[in-house]
């Protein structure tokens, strides 16, 4: 199974400069839930957007750059040249995660199964966005409000889209 999973803002908004445009501790555990012990899919940008790889996940990289990596100290990270290439090795029989960033989500819209969103509740100045959620494509079977409070400076809702057959 192929998930997407992000955090938009009310106009899809990703990021800015290779940034989050916010900071939610809330959305940053159930990302830690959803996808500790899978695959994760990513670009290479947003994977030089961590610090470190993030722990108890196989990350798999997508990048142009030839040996990009090669002689990296870093354990449970492949590097690919294309999404296709990505969903090749990755387990089919468990969850995949794409994590990002705009331009991965744009070409794997098409193949996922399921988005799980986190929607914040604002319009933010972006230069990267998520592809519009078509809900004549698109199911929404779960959604979760959370309120604005000292940890989080937005109110913001859990979404999961489940595609239609």
């Keep these: 199974m192929i998930l997407l999973i992000a955090a938009v803002g009310e106009n899809y908004e990703l990021g800015k400069d290779n940034q989050l445009l916010w900071h939610l501790p809330d959305d940053f555990k159930r990302f830690k839930q959803l996808t500790t012990g899978h695959h994760i899919i990513l670009g290479r940008k947003t ?10 996940r196989t990350h798999v990289i997508i990048t142009r750059q030839k040996d990009y990596l090669k002689n990296s100290p870093y354990e449970n990270c492949i590097v690919v040249n294309s999404i296709q290439d990505a969903l090749k090795i990755v387990p089919k029989e468990e969850a995949t995660y794409i994590i990002g960033g705009a331009e ?30 078509d809900l004549n494509e698109w199911e929404l079977t779960f959604e979760e409000f959370h309120a604005k409070d000292e940890k989080h400076p937005f109110d913001f809702t859990f979404q999961t889209f489940v595609r239609k057959n």
Aim: aromatic share 16%; hydrophobic share 40%; net charge negative.
């Design 104 to 133: 991965i989500y744009k070409q794997s819209i098409e193949l996922a199964d399921v988005v799980e969103l986190t929607r914040v509740h604002g319009s933010f100045e972006a230069d990267t966005f998520f592809p519009e959620i």
């Design 47 to 56: 994977f030089e957007s961590f610090p470190k790889p993030l722990p108890n």
